[in-house]
């Protein structure tokens, strides 16, 4: 990632941020040698983190993912859903490519929090999909807001990029923002028993591409 800014003019490059860089550093990992970036918005206490390897150039056409925080999953090895796989499978195809970037978002649980994604675990041990307990609790199905990630995407240097994603809104949400999606690229790891019911839900009820 570079320092300066980048030369290709963006869409973004004529507006105002509403992200800010706060800090930088190494993070070596099981996968591979990557840099990592710790960003704040500027309209929210939320907080965003960015993973990334090798020089992040607007006019390279670069992989990419918008990751959700899922604590269940990318820290404790939920098998009910894919999230901490696809996570991981995301780093591992940067690492093969030498180049690339996740943004990792704080919006745990499709937005709605850890506890309320645990009240909604409950409901599906009862038999609810996802999309079932979310509306049984008053809750929204998808919460998340993408375009502070594609800010800390721009500000990364970027403008064309290769998004590694089952899920349409997140195509959308980041061209509405000014990003070039050049390629979806399908991010799709073994399914578990568990997660298979999860996984369909998603494809029927939330058309995303499986």
Known sequence: MKEEA??????WSKQALTVERVSAAR???EVGEFRI????????DE???????????PEVPTLVRIHSQCL????????????GRQLRRAMEM?????????????????GIGIINKIRA?????EGADTVEANERLGLAVDL???RQCAEVLFDSGLCQVRLMSNNPLKLRALEEAGLTVVERVALEVEPTDAAVHYLRTKKEKLGHLL
């Open 121 to 125: 675990y409950a409901l599906q041990d």
């Open 37 to 44: 970036a710790g960003y704040r918005s500027l309209t929210s």
């Open 27 to 29: 993070l070596p990992t």
């Open 144 to 146: 998340r807001e993408y």
């Open 47 to 57: 907080e965003f983190v960015v993973l990334y390897k090798g020089e992040l150039r």
């Open 94 to 110: 940067i690492e093969a490519e030498g180049r690339g970037a996740v943004v990792y978002q704080l919006q745990e649980g499709r």
């Open 6 to 11: 980048a030369t290709l003019e963006c869409p």
């Open 72 to 83: 269940t999953g990318d820290v404790f090895g939920s098998t009910k859903c894919d999230c």
